[in-house]
């Protein structure tokens, strides 16, 4: 790890971390339940992986109106983003199964969505996980210099109003993971040393790079177009799919940080945070519509995203049985769980949070 990374504070959290974790493992213990996927997720994957490969297949072997084929590539994208937060997620944090070559491969899907499976896990596992929130250090805060996250950036004239735009904006994240953000990634990580586990070859990450983005073209957009589907409606089909999977994959990671409830803290002067690691996750995260069976379902328990934050390696089926017991903990020692009562009113807050962070400083 960098020497220039934060350096969490070791006092204040023992007992309660201590006191949490006995509290979950005895709960798996008890109920003599496993921590990672069961057939739920087994049976959700079936159904993410169809709703993204059948329209797909049948894209390429029916020949129907275009507001049909439209309709196909929006569940494409729907199927997606569903591959991502239940199946791909839960297997590259290794909570998919007790077994590590199927998280291996269920981890893989991340070359189905666009991405590079070393560059998520990265900036995912490594950098967000570890240093939540926290300007310069978690990528999830930036956004270019289009979009205002933290206090800590710096402001634009242009900001007073990405409380409208940034929306539409959201929808090209994974189709930036198609083309640009993998390969600004890899250079950056293998100039810094980072890694998730043992550090591979720089050889061996830009050959698995360059392989995969060049079988998924293939697959996306030359096949379509080999077989007789005009080019035009290939790109705008493509465009479509990635961009309503961008949309809801953007929407749900912005509710659980970037809203006024959670704090954006900094290090001191000696490069310590305040906090532990594991109260630093109550002070900059918030779960969203707990109550609510689909989103639960369909986001893969990212709704209860201090859970996961805190348990990454237990899979998200549990989430909603653990939150009772992490949510208690919390308020027995006195610490903040910040948690909106419907997805409606945590859209709310994030809005209006990017209002006042658009704000000229000053004003604000």
Known sequence: MNVTQPIFSKHDSVKFFRTLTKRV????????????????????????????????FILLTLDMPWWAQLLLTITMGVGMAGIGMNVMHDANHGSYSGKSWLNKIM???????????NNWQIQHNVLHHTYTNIHGHD??????????????????????????YSVFLYGLL????????????????????LAYGKFQSPVKQWTILVITKII???????????????????????????????????????LAHIVEETDNPLPNEMGEMENTWAIHQLYTTANFAPKNRFVNWFTGGLNYQIEHHIFPNISHVHYKKIAEIV????????LPYHEFRTMRGAIAAHFKHLKELGMKPEMA
């Open 25 to 56: 493992n005895d709960y798996f213990k008890d109920n003599n339940l496993k921590k990672t996927g069961n057939w739920k997720l087994h049976l959700k994957t079936a159904v993410m992986f169809s709703l993204y490969l059948a329209p797909y």
């Open 107 to 117: 981890g893989g899907s991340m070359y189905l969505l666009a991405g590079n499976v």
């Open 139 to 164: 990528e999830d805060l930036e956004a270019g210099r289009i979009i205002r996250f933290s206090k800590s950036a710096q402001w634009m004239k242009i900001h007073k109003f990405q409380h409208y």
């Open 174 to 193: 994974t189709f930036n993971w198609a083309l640009t953000t993998d390969i600004k990634q890899m250079r950056r990580y293998i100039k810094r040393g």
């Open 216 to 254: 998924y073209v293939a697959i996306w957009i030359a096949l379509p177009i080999i077989i007789g589907i005009a080019w035009w409606k290939v790109l705008i089909g493509f465009f479509v799919m990635h961009y309503v999977a961008g949309l809801i994959l953007s929407i749900v990671f912005q």
């Open 327 to 334: 949510k208690q903990t919390a308020k027995e020692h006195n």
